[in-house]
């Protein structure tokens, strides 16, 4: 799993030359949300929330006692009911951490409606969810021991979907500025220190000295990091709030 905690607060390298900064899309999908009159930024928002965050709700459902079709059901659910209620307009005026306001909300779902009802109500048979039930079980599988409790396995559930969600768009971005074979030469020192040789590597498949490398994928870390900031930030204009996300976030991801 991709983790920023031991590169946190690096020294930048010295610039070069070989590989130019990436260009940053200005608009990230939490800042559409205040666009309250475009229902297109209001559903990519929406996609793009529920295709990063299903499995932390599923399997926070299923460690509650839930069987698979039970919880899927539910989480199919949960989102087509925060999606009736346009929540995520309201997320950027919180008062608390996204994964806690998240985990009351669903709490609460939980205890007025019955599972059994929701099968057959779930958003008017929309499902706003990509819930491949063959996936999340065999996410599920991987955790940890039955010792977690269904709020902490939800905490880092949510840490590494954080994480993946903004690894997904680095990639993303990477790829749209024409620089997909640098992502993939560089992306996996975003995980890892480089081992002897490393960079030498990199740099042979890049056409690049060692020392490009190391400011290159120093850059990639710095716009990683920024994207998890932005991540986690979900709309927040205080930044106080952010930096207090950003801390639980590397406490649930054990840093």
Request: proline share 5%; hydrophobic share 40%.
């Amino acid at each position: 799993m991709i983790s920023f905690v031991a590169w946190w607060q690096r020294p930048m390298p010295m610039a070069s030359d070989d590989i130019p900064p990436p260009a940053r899309f200005a608009t990230t999908r939490w800042t559409v949300l205040g666009n309250a009159g475009e229902a297109s930024h209001r559903d990519q928002a929406w996609d793009h929330f529920c295709r990063a965050y299903w499995f932390p709700v599923y399997a926070y459902i299923r460690r509650r006692g839930e069987g698979p079709d039970e919880s899927s059901d539910l989480t199919q659910a949960f989102f087509a009911k925060l999606i009736e209620q346009d929540w995520l307009s309201r997320v950027e005026r919180r008062d608390t951490r996204f994964s806690t306001l998240l985990i009351t909300v669903l709490k609460n779902f939980l205890i007025k409606r019955h599972h059994r009802d929701h099968a057959q109500k779930r958003g008017g048979g929309e499902q706003p969810v990509p819930l491949d039930l063959a996936d999340a079980e065999r996410w599920f599988g991987l955790e940890p021991s039955m010792q977690e409790t269904p709020e902490s396995l939800f905490e880092k559930r949510w840490a590494h979907a954080v994480m993946e969600a903004a690894l997904a768009r680095l990639r993303a971005e990477c790829e749209a500025a024409g620089r997909a074979k640098a992502f993939e030469a560089l992306g996996p020192f975003l995980s890892r220190e480089p081992g002897a040789g490393d960079y030498e590597t990199a740099g042979a498949r890049l056409g690049i000295q060692p020392r490009s490398v190391a400011v290159a994928v120093h850059r990639l870390r710095a716009d990683f990091r920024a994207m998890v900031r932005e991540e986690v930030a979900a709309g927040l204009r205080d930044e106080e709030m952010v930096d207090e996300e950003m801390r639980a976030l590397a406490a649930a991801l054990g840093g």
